[in-house]
Nanobody, 125 residues
Framework: QVQLVESGGGLVQAGDSLRLSCAAS????????MGWFRQAPGKDREFVAG????????AYADSVKGRFTISRDNAKNTVYLQMNSLKPEDTAVYYC??????????????????WGQGTQVTVSS
């Protein structure tokens, strides 16, 4: 089992930055590829970014490339999502997710085995 707890969400203005954190426990964290997803009201949950167990492989949704950066600190069992140049369309609940796989980064929601409870990000125009 893996427990995931997100933090760092909030209300910001367009153009601002936020850093989300996801603290993991219950499994060797470095063994898990990790991802961030988001879900806006009335929309499906969508992939945002993913990172392999060692951090060497990453993937991003086209909508966030060049603005968001995923990283991890395996010594702290934490994965981060640095979000810059935020836009109103980034408003959503952001979820952290973990896979029972080390090196494979997936953009598919169904590929992830564990989920956090989510943190709200609201970007005003």
């Amino acid at each position: 089992q893996v427990q995931l707890v997100e933090s760092g969400g909030g209300l910001v203005q367009a153009g601002d930055s936020l850093r989300l954190s996801c603290a993991a426990s219950g499994r060797t964290f470095s063994s898990s590829a990790m991802g961030w997803f988001r879900q806006a009201p009335g929309k499906d949950r969508e992939f945002v970014a993913g990172i392999s167990g060692a951090g060497g492989n990453t993937a991003y949704a086209d909508s966030v490339k060049g603005r968001f950066t995923i990283s991890r600190d395996n010594a702290k069992n934490t994965v981060y999502l640095q979000m810059n140049s935020l836009k109103p369309e980034d408003t959503a609940v952001y979820y952290c997710a973990a896979r029972n796989t080390y090196n494979s980064v997936s953009t598919s929601r169904g590929a992830y085995d564990y989920w956090g409870q989510g943190t709200q990000v609201t970007v005003s125009s």
